[in-house]
C-alpha cells in the first residue's frame, strides 16, 4: 500500500512539471536576476533542459538498477563541474547543439528500448551533463546570488530526474513499456527539432 501511494506520489510530479509551461530553449544568455527561485524556475522555463532531465530518470527506470540510482546522481554531479568550466569563461564551442543532442539521443534511448552498459550509459549522461552544466554557468556569475541560483537550479533538476523515474512506473502496467517507448520517441523528435534549431543559429 505504502509502495502504491510512492508510485502515485511521483506520477503526480511528473505529470505536474511536465505541464509546466516553458520556451523551446533554456540557454539565452545572461543577465539572470540570481537567487533560489530563480535558479529553481530556470530549468523548467526551458523545453530542452526539462525534456533532457526527465530523460534521464526515466531513462534509468528503464534500465533499472543501478543505473536508475546512478544515472540520476551522475548527471547534476557532472553538471556542476561543466557549471565551473563556464564560469571560469573557458570556451566550450557548441554546447547548444551538445544539449540539443541530448534530448535527441537520450529519448532516442528510451525509444529503442537501448539496453547500454552501466559504463556506456554513464558516460553518455555525463557528456551530456557538461553541456548542460555549461550552458548554465556561463549564466551564474551575472545572477545576484550565485550560490542560492545553483542550489534552487540543482534542486529542481533533481525533481526532474524524480519525475522521470516516476513515468517509468508505467513500465509495470500492461504495455506499459510501448508506452514508455512512444513517450521516448515524442523526446527525441523534439531533439530533432532543437538540434535543427541549434544548427540554424550556429
Do not use: Q
Not at 516553458?22 to 526539462?50: E, I, K, N, V, Y
Amino acid at each position: 500500500m505504502r509502495r502504491d501511494r510512492l508510485k502515485l506520489l511521483t506520477i503526480l510530479l511528473a505529470a505536474s512539471l511536465l505541464a509546466l509551461p516553458g520556451t523551446a530553449l533554456a540557454h539565452t544568455g545572461t543577465g539572470l536576476p540570481g537567487g533560489f527561485a530563480s535558479g529553481f524556475l530556470h530549468p523548467l522555463s526551458g523545453f530542452d533542459h526539462l525534456l533532457a532531465m526527465v530523460a534521464v530518470g526515466l531513462w534509468g527506470a528503464f534500465l533499472g538498477r543501478p543505473l536508475v540510482i546512478a544515472l540520476p546522481v551522475i548527471f547534476p554531479t557532472v553538471m556542476a563541474f561543466g557549471a565551473a568550466i563556464g564560469m571560469s569563461n573557458i570556451i566550450l564551442p557548441h554546447t547548444e547543439i551538445g544539449i540539443a543532442l541530448s534530448v535527441l539521443v537520450l529519448g532516442a534511448a528510451i525509444a529503442f528500448g537501448l539496453k547500454a552498459p552501466v559504463w556506456a550509459a554513464s558516460l553518455i549522461v555525463a557528456a551530456f551533463a557538461i553541456c548542460h552544466g555549461y550552458a548554465h554557468g556561463r549564466e551564474l556569475p551575472s545572477a545576484a546570488d550565485p550560490i542560492g541560483y545553483a542550489v534552487g537550479f540543482m534542486i529542481a533538476t533533481g525533481s526532474l530526474h524524480l519525475a522521470g523515474i516516476g513515468l517509468g512506473f508505467i513500465n509495470e502496467v500492461p504495455r506499459g513499456r510501448l508506452i514508455t517507448r512512444s513517450i521516448g520517441g515524442g523526446i527525441a523528435l523534439c531533439g530533432v527539432w532543437f538540434l535543427y534549431a541549434a544548427l540554424a543559429a550556429a
